[in-house]
């Protein structure tokens, strides 16, 4: 059983950055990713790290924000670099479920769930 405890969320001017962090205890997964969840909208992937250090994206950050992991740390990170309006959300970090070795960041693979951190990004 792991259990994941998020920090880092916070309020900041658009353009700015913020750096979340995932700290894990228990079992480690192949995958882990982050999910958040926008004022009306369903909770979505926006990043995912598989063990060895492979990563992947939402369009919507690709290029802005920048997941990592140290593992000696039992630690995930999410660095999020010109914050835009639309960021606004919950953050939860996951533990994950790999298909055919394959990292997914989305709802169904999900195993276990962090409390959320939340993110404002003020325009």
């Known amino acids: 059983q792991v259990t994941l405890v998020e920090s880092g969320g916070g309020s900041v001017q658009a353009g700015g950055s913020l750096r979340l962090s995932c700290e894990f205890s228990?079992?480690?997964?192949?995958?882990m990713g982050w999910f958040r969840q926008s004022p009306g909208k369903l909770r979505e992937g926006v990043a995912g790290i598989a063990i060895d250090g492979r990563s992947s994206y939402a369009e919507s950050v690709q290029g802005r924000f920048t997941i990592s992991k140290d593992n000696g740390k039992n630690s995930m990170y999410l660095k999020m670099d010109s914050l835009k309006p639309e960021d606004t959300g919950v953050y939860y970090c996951?533990?994950?479920?790999?298909?055919?070795?394959?990292?997914?960041?989305?709802?169904?693979?999900?195993?276990?769930w962090g409390q959320g951190t939340p993110v404002t990004v003020i325009s």
């Open positions: 996951a533990a994950l479920l790999a298909s055919g070795g394959v990292c997914y960041t989305i709802l169904d693979a999900v195993e276990a």
């Open positions: 228990g079992d480690p997964y192949y995958c």
